[in-house]
C-alpha cells in the first residue's frame, strides 16, 4: 500500500459505543479514517432507511483529529451520506462497520445494523468487514481483539475478496482462548420468539420481546461451530438473495402457461 487507503468508519451502536472507540484506533495506523456513525443506538435495524424524515449531519470531535461526523439516520443511511456526500468524488478503499457489542452470528446477520451497513457499501462495490464482539455484558471487554481485527484489515486490503461482497466477523469473548480463524458458511438458525405480555402504569397492555437461538445446524464448517470451539468466524456475505439453485427446478416443474 504506497499511499494510505481512505477507511470509512461506522457502526449501529451509536457514535459514542465502546466498541466503535476500539475500532476507530485499531484503523488509525492503517489509513485514512473517516467516522460517520449514528447519533444514537441503532440495533436491530437490519437495512432500514430514512425516507418520511429528514436526515441531520453534524460534525463531532470525539475521536479528537479524526474527521467524525454524528447522523441521525441508519447505519445504512451512514454509509449512504458518507458516500455520496461527505466523501462525494472520492474513492473509498473499505468500511469497517462495528464493533457491535454482540454477536452477529448465522441468522442474526439479517437483523444487524452493523452488518446492513457492511452489505450497503458492499452494494456500492466497496470492500467491506462487519466486526463483532460475542458479549453482551455492559462492561464487555474489546481490548483483546484488535491484533485480529488488523490482520483481517490489512488482508481485504492488499488481497482482497471479491466484488460485491461483505465479510461478517465474529469474535470471541475476552475470556476465550482464540485458536485463530475460520472462513466458514453461516448457520441454519432461528429463534424461538417469546412476547411476554406486561401492563404498563396506565393499565395498558405491552409486549416485551424475548427468544432463543436454535441451532438447527450440526456442521463443523459454520460460524456457530467456529465460535463454539474458540475460533474467530468469518463469513463472506452477498446481497443477492436468489435462491438460484430453485430457478431449474421452478422452470421445469411449473406450469405457468
Avoid at 436526515?55 to 454524528?70: D, M, P, Q, V
Avoid at 450497503?120 to 466497496?126: G, H, L, V, W
Avoid at 464487555?140 to 466477523?169: C, R, W
Wanted: with cysteine; net charge negative.
Amino acid at each position: 500500500m504506497a499511499q494510505k487507503p481512505l477507511i470509512l468508519v461506522t457502526n449501529d451502536d451509536g457514535i459514542t459505543s465502546k466498541g466503535i472507540k476500539t475500532l476507530v484506533a485499531a484503523v488509525a495506523d492503517i489509513g485514512e479514517v473517516v467516522v460517520v456513525a449514528p447519533d444514537s443506538p441503532q440495533s436491530g435495524m437490519g437495512h432500514a432507511i430514512t425516507i418520511s424524515e429528514p436526515l441531520r449531519l453534524n460534525a463531532n470531535s470525539i475521536f479528537g483529529k479524526i474527521e467524525a461526523y454524528e447522523c441521525s439516520g441508519t447505519p445504512a443511511d451512514c454509509v449512504k451520506i458518507a458516500k455520496n456526500f461527505v466523501l462525494k468524488g472520492r474513492k473509498i478503499d473499505l468500511v469497517v462497520s462495528g464493533i457491535n457489542h454482540g454477536t452477529n452470528s448465522s441468522i442474526n446477520v439479517i437483523y444487524s445494523g452493523t452488518m446492513s451497513a457492511a452489505i450497503e457499501a458492499a452494494i456500492e462495490s466497496i470492500p467491506a468487514i462487519g466486526f463483532s464482539l460475542c458479549d453482551y455484558a455492559a462492561d464487555a471487554d474489546f481490548s483483546h481483539v484488535t491484533p485480529f481485527m488488523q490482520k483481517i484489515i490489512i488482508e481485504t486490503l492488499t488481497k482482497g475478496f471479491g466484488k460485491h461482497i461483505a465479510l461478517n466477523v465474529n469474535l470471541p469473548n475476552a475470556k476465550a482462548t482464540i485458536k485463530g480463524f475460520k472462513i466458514c458458511r453461516q448457520a441454519v438458525t432461528k429463534y424461538k420468539e417469546e412476547f411476554e405480555k406486561r401492563t404498563d402504569p396506565m393499565g395498558r397492555h405491552y409486549f416485551w420481546t424475548a427468544g432463543e437461538l436454535i441451532n438447527m445446524d450440526n456442521g463443523e464448517d459454520t460460524d456457530e461451530w467456529a465460535l463454539a470451539n474458540g475460533y474467530i468466524s468469518i463469513v463472506p456475505c452477498q446481497f443477492d438473495l436468489t435462491a438460484h439453485h430453485s430457478i431449474p427446478l421452478l422452470n421445469s416443474e411449473w406450469d405457468l402457461s
